[in-house]
C-alpha cells in the first residue's frame, strides 16, 4: 500500500475524493493509501470469495458478498477500510445508514465475516483492523497470511504460512490458528469444507 495524499482528512472528503469505478483506497487515521495487491493476493481473495459464495447459495443465507465497500471503524470520523473479502447480512442493510449512499458498513452486526489477506502491510491487519473489528462487533476475522509475513508474536516462530480465524467470544475476540492440512473450523459457515494448505497452494 502507499499513502497517495499526505495531509490528513476526514471520511467524508475521503468519500468525495474517491475516483469513481477505479482502484482500491482505504483511510487510515486521515491518511488515503491505494491498495496495490499482487495476483496471488487476488488469486486467494477469487477463490475464498467462491469458496463463501457457494456456500451462502447452498444454505440459502441472507449474505451477499460486495465487491467494494468500506467499514467504519467505532468513534472515529478518519479512518475506513475496504476489507479483502466482506461477507454483509442484507437483513440489517435497511440499519445502515450509509449504505445507499456511500457503501459504508457502521455496526458489525451486518458484517458475519471479514477476511483479510495479509501483504507486505501486515501490521494493519494484526493490529489496527483486529481491534476496530472487534470493537464493532464483527462475529468473525479471518486473517489469511499465506506467506506467513506476520511478525512471530501473532504466528509464532518460526513464522509459517497461517490462517488466524477470530471469534466473538463475550464480546472479545479468541484466536484459533491453522496451517498445513488443519481443517478450517467457522462458526459462520460451519458446514465449510477446507482446509488452510488448500488455500496456500492457489498462491503457489
Known amino acids: 500500500m502507499i499513502t497517495t495524499i499526505s495531509q490528513p482528512i476526514t471520511l467524508e472528503e475521503f468519500w468525495d475524493w474517491y475516483p469513481d ?12 493509501f491505494e491498495m496495490q ?31 467494494q465497500a468500506l467499514i467504519k471503524p467505532l468513534d472515529t470520523n478518519k479512518s475506513a477500510y475496504n476489507p479483502d473479502v466482506l461477507i ?3 437483513s ?25 489477506v495479509v501483504s507486505s502491510n501486515w501490521g494493519y491487519d494484526y493490529g489496527h483492523k483486529l481491534i476496530d473489528y472487534e470493537a464493532l462487533g464483527i462475529t468473525e476475522y479471518w486473517i489469511v ?9 501473532y504466528i509464532g516462530d518460526p513464522k509459517k504460512p497461517t490462517i488466524s480465524i477470530y471469534q466473538l467470544v463475550d464480546d472479545e475476540y479468541q484466536v484459533k490458528q491453522f496451517r498445513n492440512n488443519d481443517a478450517l473450523i467457522s462458526s459462520v459457515f460451519p458446514d465449510l ?3 488452510a494448505q488448500q488455500i496456500f497452494d492457489i498462491a503457489n
Request: hydrophobic letters at 35%.
Open 21 to 32: 469505478g477505479y482502484g482500491r483506497y482505504e483511510l487510515h487515521d486521515g491518511a488515503i
Open 145 to 153: 497470511d499465506y506467506l506467513g509475513l506476520g511478525g512471530k508474536r
Open 92 to 116: 440489517n442493510l435497511n440499519n445502515e445508514s450509509l449504505w445507499k449512499t456511500r457503501s459504508t458498513i457502521t455496526q458489525g452486526k451486518t458484517v458475519p465475516l471479514v477476511i483479510e
Open 88 to 90: 454483509l447480512d442484507k
Open 37 to 67: 495487491p499482487i495476483g496471488n493476493h487476488e488469486e486467494v481473495i477469487s477463490f475464498l470469495t467462491i469458496k463463501l459464495a457457494v456456500q451462502i447459495e447452498k444454505l440459502d443465507l441472507p449474505y451477499l458478498i460486495p465487491k
Open 193 to 195: 469444507n477446507l482446509t
